[in-house]
């Protein structure tokens, strides 16, 4: 009994469970075999044209700006087919639509308008008089106005920086420059001002031109020189630091006297409620004039601090800068309790000017389907004329304004009056707009270019977090859906979480639509991280943007061509790369999986080992990855000129399934001749002069050769922008499959315990039916691809475009040469 238990194990192994272990075993057989379907060097392939891709950005030349000196910047290589696909700009105002290049225009002075006089010249920024600097008008008393002025010359951060004149260039001219050579200072010194913010230094040199400078900080006593030319001493006691949450700052001084002394400057809507309302009409009125006029207004307060209010102040600020939690909070509740009761004297206006191109940027971006979300911390009238100017809003638009000034007419409660007006605006803009074209989103209707949505931060602030959750999310979709079928949307008195939050809230909506947020401070870097691709403006108020953006540009205007022609071009190419991998890997496996029905299942591979590994990494990868750094299937010139293009490419357009359903029949076509016509060949036994038989190598690679010649020329004959590196790798690629077959094959290698190619390649080669054959089968399977390039007619915008840019060949400023005499120097000027 002992040996038959032996026996019986033995059967049971071989009738039961072997069967089982050969099927697991076939499986991993052929997991192995048909793994490169997957194509796993296209994750490296993709990462290296990202990588490389990037650097076109960097080298554009049309990104320089000679202020500066200073290009584009990327800062990560994930996003650039991301640029393609933008839905929504969020966009800062102040330093993104405008230069951040303020100059002081006018004051007011208890209600009375003082405004420099016209025929003074302008010299870096600075008026500059042939005499003294004159006050204009003394409506409101010299002692008010030098309250106003001394205001003007300690409330800031401002720094002084002197020089000569043979050192200017050294001066930091981000900030500014200031002088009055010949009424306070030597001829061979110039005063230059450096501060945080442009505005602080146009306020101080408007002061100037009334006759008081600020003549610096010195071991906490700011000193300044007044109208009489005497010098003026105050010790700083406490800055209260700006916050755009607060729209404010302050300073504490000690004038000589003893007098304490509270100056504080800020947004009308953050000053206004701190003093005495019976001196607010007086300004108000100045005010708004000016923001209807596009400049940035700021109002100015001061007040008395008696012994006892300024020592309660002194001890909760020090006491809040201790704190090791809840800092912020407790310094914000010494500040609000500080800045109260106090007594406004006047209030600024300093003009903005919109940035070189700044109209023409937003006109292609909206026409080329994107929508355009102001979002600043400015007043409304000051944002609404910025968005005249710059033609988001035109003359016939409609506004549906949803402020707080709407919100109270009528007597009723706000959350009453909120909803109301959301139902009302949804019926307009929403339920009453006409039906939009087939083909045409309704985001890019001309129908919805009728209405201009325009909203605060404190209505804001209600319709996304009302009093119930149901209304809350009632309003946000009603808010959402109004603000979709308007053709801008300008949402001012936003603090920096709100920019966040509306970025949040349209990114997260129905489709889930590209973001992009473009700012240049540090009150956009919110925004601009929440957004998908975050665009830093080089600007003058720090590089807080910059660091923490995806790609920073030195002006607006360069928007226009990163993304309507990098963006466009980057899109197309990833698609193109990704599609094509898909296609060239079920040429290359689909013959080894009909060869299986013929080997009997054998797992024998069709091809050999080497050429099994060098497929991905060395015959095909080349040619694909300059086509995706290099192509450009239609000119920038045309990108740039006619923004509808970017429409088409829209809502991942490239990578939608009847695309992948061709290249996949392409695939399944190429492979089935490849493998059934080599088959067909092989129908002969005699292929050879001497009458000797081809084995399985040379029928696997005659099947290698023709798959290898033929995706790389299917390649070339979608190439539309040859250069000469799309020459080299192309030719090159083939010459070098041909180089290592014979090379591998050619020599004995010590190395292999047995060499499956020895002399396979050159043996096939000398068959003149094996020549026939691949010739015949390579153009056999481009018939197809050939006559649709010969036979199609050019249609759509492409074809109208490249025709217009062609007729103008010739002339002596074009750039649209014929794209196959163009080489890679010409293309590194006009930047890929």
């Not at 310094?331 to 600024?348: P, R, S």
Request: hydrophobic share 40%.
């Amino acid at each position: 009994m002992s040996g038959v238990e032996p026996v019986c194990t033995k059967l049971y192994f071989q009738n039961v469970l072997l069967p089982y272990l050969k099927m697991f075993t076939d499986f991993l057989s052929f997991m192995v075999l048909f793994n490169f379907i997957i194509p796993v060097s296209m994750y490296v392939t993709v990462e290296m044209q990202k990588f490389l891709g990037s650097f076109f950005i960097t080298w554009d030349k049309d990104f320089f700006d000679p202020e500066i000196k200073e290009g584009a910047l990327v800062n990560t290589s994930d996003l650039n087919e991301e640029l393609g696909q933008v839905e929504y700009i969020f966009t800062d105002k102040t330093g993104t639509l405008t230069q951040n290049n303020m100059e002081f225009i006018e004051c007011c002075i208890d209600g009375f308008q003082y405004r420099h006089r016209e025929d003074s010249s302008e010299l870096d920024g600075v008026c500059v008089t042939d005499g003294p600097v004159n006050k204009v008008q003394q409506k409101a008393g010299t002692e008010r106005e030098e309250l106003f002025l001394r205001a003007l010359c300690l409330c800031h951060t401002v720094q002084v920086k002197e020089s000569t004149k043979n050192g200017r260039d050294q001066i930091d001219q981000v900030d500014g420059l200031g002088a009055d050579e010949e009424v306070l200072h030597p001829p061979q010194k110039e005063r230059g001002f450096i501060a945080s913010s442009p505005d602080e230094i146009a306020l101080v040199q408007g002061a100037m031109r009334y006759g008081f400078t600020f003549l610096g900080l010195e071991s906490k006593n700011m000193k300044i020189l007044n109208r009489n030319k005497d010098v003026e001493t105050y010790e700083l006691l406490h800055v209260l630091n700006f916050d755009p949450v607060r729209r404010r700052m302050s300073v504490m001084v000690r004038s000589k006297t003893g007098d304490i002394l509270l100056f504080c400057k800020g947004a009308d809507s953050s000053i206004f409620p701190r003093v005495r309302q019976e001196e607010v009409e007086r300004i108000r009125m100045h005010v708004e004039r000016n923001a209807t006029d596009g400049y940035r207004t700021l109002c100015v307060a001061y007040k008395h601090l008696s012994a006892e209010e300024y020592a309660n102040a002194d001890a909760g600020l020090r006491e809040a800068k201790l704190a090791l939690q809840d800092r912020e909070e407790k310094l914000m509740d010494v500040y609000n309790q500080v800045e109260t009761e106090m007594t406004l004297i006047g209030a600024t206006a300093v003009e903005d000017q919109l940035q070189d191109e700044a109209a023409q940027t937003m006109e292609a971006l909206q026409v080329a389907g994107m929508k355009v979300w102001v979002l600043t911390g400015d007043k409304m009238e000051t944002a609404k004329s910025t968005c005249y100017a710059c033609g988001l809003f035109k003359k016939n638009t409609e506004l549906l304004e949803l402020t707080l000034r709407t919100l109270e007419d009528g007597g009723r409660r706000r959350e009453e009056r909120l909803h109301d007006l959301l139902l009302e605006y949804h019926k307009k803009a929403v339920q009453d707009a006409p039906p939009v074209k087939l083909g045409i989103t309704r985001s890019w209707s001309v129908a919805s270019h009728g209405f201009g949505f325009i909203i605060d931060g404190a209505s804001l602030s209600m319709v996304l977090s009302s009093s119930s959750e149901s209304n809350s999310s009632l309003y946000k979709n009603l808010f959402l859906q109004i603000c979709q079928n308007c053709t801008a949307v300008l949402c001012c008195r936003m603090a920096p979480l709100q920019k966040a939050q509306i970025v949040r809230l349209v990114k997260n909506s129905k489709g889930s639509p590209i973001t992009l947020s473009i700012g240049d401070g540090a009150n956009d870097v919110s925004m601009i991280l929440e957004a998908h691709v975050g665009i830093g403006i080089k600007g003058k108020e720090g590089r807080q943007a910059v660091k923490n953006s995806d790609y920073a540009i030195p002006k607006l205007k360069h928007l226009k061509k990163l993304l309507l022609a990098h963006g466009h071009l980057y899109y197309v190419r990833i698609a193109h790369l990704v599609q094509y991998f898909f296609y060239k890997n079920l040429c290359f496996i689909l013959p080894q999986f009909l060869y299986q029905f013929f080997c009997g299942f054998s797992q024998q591979p069709l091809y050999d080992a080497a050429y099994l590994t060098m497929y991905n990494i060395c015959f095909t990868s080349m040619p694909i990855l300059a086509y995706s750094l290099l192509e450009q299937h239609i000119c920038i010139e045309v990108l740039l000129d006619n923004s509808t293009l970017y429409r088409e490419i829209a809502k991942n357009a490239m990578l939608r399934w009847k695309l992948f359903l061709y290249w996949t029949a392409l695939g399944l076509f190429h492979g089935l001749v490849f493998f059934f016509g080599v088959r067909f060949l092989f129908s002969n036994p005699a292929l050879q002069d001497n009458g000797q038989v081809f084995g399985n190598w040379s029928y696997g690679t005659i099947v290698f050769t023709v798959l290898v010649f033929t995706v790389t020329l299917k390649l070339a004959l979608v190439t539309q922008h040859w250069t000469w590196i799309n020459h080299f790798v192309i030719w090159g690629s083939l010459a070098f499959y041909v180089f290592f077959s014979f090379f591998w094959g050619g020599i004995i290698w010590p190395f292999l315990s047995h060499q499956r190619l020895y002399f396979v390649f050159a043996n096939m080669l000398s068959s003149v039916s094996a020549w026939l054959v691949i010739i015949l089968l390579i153009l056999l399977s481009l018939l197809p691809e050939i006559l649709l390039v010969v036979l199609r007619k050019p249609r759509g915008p492409h074809a109208r475009q490249k025709k217009q840019v062609q007729s103008n060949v010739g002339g002596p400023q074009s750039s649209a040469r014929p794209l196959l005499m163009r080489t890679f120097s010409d293309e590194s000027n006009t930047v890929i």
